[in-house]
């Protein structure tokens, strides 16, 4: 079992930042993959950026270059920077976290946090 909180999310206007952090607690030595979804309104669920435990990294086409995934293995911390934001970054952000397949296709998802950017 693995608990995930978020938090960072606000309102911000295009071209600001904002960081978002995902504290994991419980089993987390069966995560391999930490990630940062969002889901905009009328819009699906997408992935935004993930990071393995090796620290290989993943972006979507639409935030590279201005998002930044990183982890703090001494807090159990994963961090999206988020710079240059646009009005179409606004959505609500998740964190989710899926287990070594040793584990089982496990995934974990946290309450959410809602990000808004004003033009």
């Known amino acids: 079992q693995v608990q995930l909180v978020e938090s960072g999310g606000g309102l911000v206007q295009a071209g600001g930042s904002l960081r978002l952090s995902c504290v994991a607690s419980?089993?987390?030595?069966?995560?391999?993959?930490t990630g940062w979804y969002r889901q905009a309104p009328g819009k699906q669920r997408e992935l935004v950026a993930a990071?393995?435990?090796?620290?290989?990294?993943n972006y979507a086409d639409s935030v590279k270059g201005r998002f930044t995934i990183s982890r703090d293995n001494a807090k159990n911390t994963v961090y999206l920077q988020m710079n240059s934001l646009k009005p179409e970054d606004t959505a609500a952000y998740y964190c989710n976290a899926a287990f070594f397949p040793a584990y089982g296709t496990r995934e974990y998802w946290g309450q959410g946090t809602q990000d808004t950017v004003s033009s």
């Open positions: 419980g089993t987390i030595y069966r995560i391999n993959t």
């Open positions: 990071i393995t435990r090796g620290g290989n990294t």
